[in-house]
Structure formats: C-alpha cells, structure tokens
C-alpha cells in the first residue's frame, strides 16, 4: 500500500505548538495550496490542508516557520474520528508531516543584519565573503587587506582560471560525455 503526501505552500497562521502529557510536541498548521488551475472567473483558488508535525521537527517549525512561510512538506494521509461535547462523531482527514523544509530564506529587514524574536538572523547575506569585513585600518588609516581578500572579500591574488586570450585545445577523447 501507498500512503504519501508531497505539498508545497504557505502556512495560514503561525503553527500551533502543544506538548502531550508524556512530554512530546506536537503542531497542527493549516497549508494553503494553490491549485494548478483557475475557476471561471480566471482567480486561482486554494485548498486548505490541516496538517500535523510530532516530536523535534514540531519544535523547529514552530521556531522558524510563521505566517505566510512558504513551506514543502512530505508525510501522510491520516483518517481519525472522535466524539465532540455534544455526541456528535467528528471525523478529520490531515496530513502527518514527516519531513518539512523552508522554501523561502527568512526577509530581510532593509537589508540589514537584524534579528528577530527567535534570535534568527532575519537575513542570510553574511555567509557570504562580499558581506564579510576582512579589512583592518593601518595608522595612517588606509584601507589594507587581510591574507590577498579585498575589502570586498574578493580574492586578490592571480586567478588560475582566468583565460590569457589563448584557446585551448581538447579532443573529443577527454570529453567524459
């Protein structure tokens, strides 16, 4: 038998963390997907997806993923019925995610380096050496470079790769394809 789940879109709220007796988490988040086609009016409707994440993964979504996040999920189809306040039987079709990640970077806050409630940087620009300050001021006050990187993080020193003007010649033999 077959039972997967692939969906891919954004979370309606921000998921609902909760703890179980035992101790473990659990979220419960609603996916609205886009469907592939649009009605008659020529609008792209959506369908609403509950869906349901346990254990650690429940925790780092509900730290990470907020209104809005654009999210892929991987998991299952799980059928379950209970009886409300009233005696009436209620029946709920979800998806149980095994897996979920982030589709989308967290926003930037005007392109600076901030972070937000979670102690996340809201932006992922200083992974990157272009962002990195590898200068350092001489006493003349003259911008130097650190170890042949620009101020910019640019590597300074001769590129190996960097084409003399000259062709080079390969034969069809050394392609690996």
């Known amino acids: ?3 997967s789940v692939v969906l891919v879109g954004r979370l309606t709220k921000d998921p609902d963390l909760r703890f179980t007796s035992s101790g473990s988490a659990v979220a419960t988040f609603t996916l609205a997907v886009n469907r592939n086609f649009t009605n008659a009016d020529g609008n792209r409707e959506a369908d609403f997806i509950q869906c349901v994440i346990w254990r650690k993964p429940a925790e780092t979504m ?3 993923a907020k209104k809005g ?3 892929g999920v991987t998991g299952r189809i799980q059928t379950r019925n209970y009886e409300n306040q009233q005696g ?3 029946y709920v079709t979800e998806v149980v ?3 979920f990640q982030l589709l989308e970077s967290l926003k930037s806050d005007e392109n600076s380096q901030q972070q937000n409630d979670t102690g996340v940087p809201t932006n992922f620009e200083g992974n990157y050496p272009s962002n990195q300050n590898n200068t350092f001021k001489s006493q003349d006050n003259s911008q130097q ?3 042949g990187m620009s101020e910019h993080g640019f590597n300074t020193k001769a590129d190996p790769f960097s084409g003399t003007g000259q062709t080079i010649d390969i034969a069809d033999d050394d392609l690996p394809f």
């Open 1 to 3: 038998m077959i039972n």
């Open 97 to 99: 995610c095994e897996n």
């Open 88 to 90: 009436q039987r209620i």
């Open 145 to 147: 470079t650190i170890d």
């Open 62 to 64: 509900a730290n990470y």
């Open 69 to 71: 996040t654009l999210l």
